[in-house]
């Protein structure tokens, strides 16, 4: 399928363990009136990846391994290793965020068969498969041709007719294309993307010849004009992005400064007229990726910039931050027709750090201070 996404654009153990336990399941996540997902970047679970050891190398100094998933191993008193490709893994993680209130995760998509995706493989093999749902973010610079769509769109529509598949305004499988290279796409597809209109088309048209409802398509893109002339032009739905507007930072900035210019971020949305589903941003931190940049952070020299980051919140201070675009979808029903937000993120742990994912403590118990935080929030609505 489509090909990686841009990072820089987009501004063995188990919980069966017996000190270790998961929270139960407690009710299927169908009668949510709102559609709460967290994003998904899966190098944990891509093993000997060389895209995995950059991650493992980033978050192994003892300032930041605390940012990493629960279930890291010190292997020595410099380095962790972790390794999330295990099916009793993606099972507890199912469960941590079902007791959350999360009803789903949108996978940034690679292809069914890459390394990256092995998360999303170990979720469909899971005897709780469907008890969080997933969607698919596509990167536009991996779109391939009309011809190489064309040939993957049943493939789409089995995803989107899986019982587990996040769906939208009653039965419309939800899809998120992100704009991650803007010249790219513009040059294969027409200015502001208008040649990819006959593919979402092809689609839809598919879609309703197999009973499903029409996709609610969604384009990522930092600008929100740009979003929406987009999302006009390829008769897309509505406009988000992989993560909010981070504000422009020379020193450690506290959070609070982050949350604000998030929130006029949704408003600057909204003032296009296109209609939203706001992005939360639990953190803003790449400091990890800065001391020991692995290959795919391009851009940075070792070292560099290390003053330079938002400071992390409070678990309180970031389950407000969800709280009002929960409020924001609330308050405005017909800029947010779909119901539904989604937060930055569930594992983004070296890049934006206090992921909703449980981090990694030396006692070895998982620690789950922002997700049940959040979950308060998520489950109250």
Not at 34 to 42: K, N
Not at 69 to 77: C, G, H, M, R, V
Not at 274 to 279: D, G, L, N, S
Request: aromatic fraction near 10%.
């Amino acid at each position: 399928m489509t090909g990686s996404l841009s990072r820089r654009k987009l501004l063995g153990a188990s919980l069966s363990l017996p000190f270790l336990t998961t929270p139960p399941l407690t009710s299927a996540r169908a009668s949510a009136t709102l559609a709460s997902g967290a994003i998904r970047w899966d190098a944990w679970d891509a093993t000997g990846t060389t895209i995995e050891q950059g991650v493992d190398k980033s978050l192994s100094p003892p300032d930041f391994r605390g940012r990493a998933p629960w279930y890291a191993k010190l292997t020595s008193p410099t380095t962790i290793e972790i390794d999330g490709d295990h099916q009793s893994l993606l099972d507890d993680e199912i469960k941590f965020a079902m007791a959350a209130g999360l009803n789903y995760w949108a996978y940034v998509w690679y292809g069914p068969a890459d390394p990256m995706q092995e998360a999303w493989r170990l979720h469909q093999a899971s005897a709780y498969a469907n008890d969080v749902n997933w969607c698919m973010i596509l990167g536009a610079s991996g779109l391939g041709t009309e011809e190489s769509f064309s040939r993957l769109i049943p493939t789409y529509i089995r995803y989107f007719g899986q019982k587990n598949y996040q769906k939208v305004e009653g039965q419309r499988p939800l899809l998120y294309i992100s704009m991650d290279n803007l010249t790219a796409f513009f040059k294969k597809w027409g200015s502001y993307g208008i040649l990819f209109r006959t593919v979402i088309t092809e689609l839809r048209q598919s879609c309703l010849s197999a009973g499903l409802g029409r996709p609610y398509i969604v384009i990522m893109e930092g600008e929100p004009v740009m979003a929406s002339r987009v999302m006009a032009e390829i008769d897309a739905d509505a406009i988000s992005n992989y993560m909010g507007r981070v504000p422009p930072h020379s020193h450690p900035t506290p959070f609070s400064v982050l949350d604000q210019s998030v929130r006029t971020y949704w408003n600057e949305m909204a003032a296009t007229g296109a209609p939203v589903i706001p992005v939360c941003t639990t953190g803003w931190d790449t400091r990890p990726l800065k001391l020991n940049p692995p290959a795919f952070a391009r851009g940075y020299v070792a070292g560099v910039g290390m003053n330079e980051y938002i400071q992390p919140g409070s678990p309180h201070e970031i389950a407000s931050h969800v709280q009002a675009a929960v409020n924001f979808v609330h308050n405005n029903p017909r800029v947010c027709p779909a119901k539904a937000i989604i937060i930055y993120s569930w594992n983004e742990c070296a890049e934006g750090g206090s992921a909703l994912v449980p981090s990694y403590t030396v006692a070895g118990r998982p620690n789950v201070s922002i997700l049940d935080a959040v979950g308060d929030v998520l489950k109250a609505n």
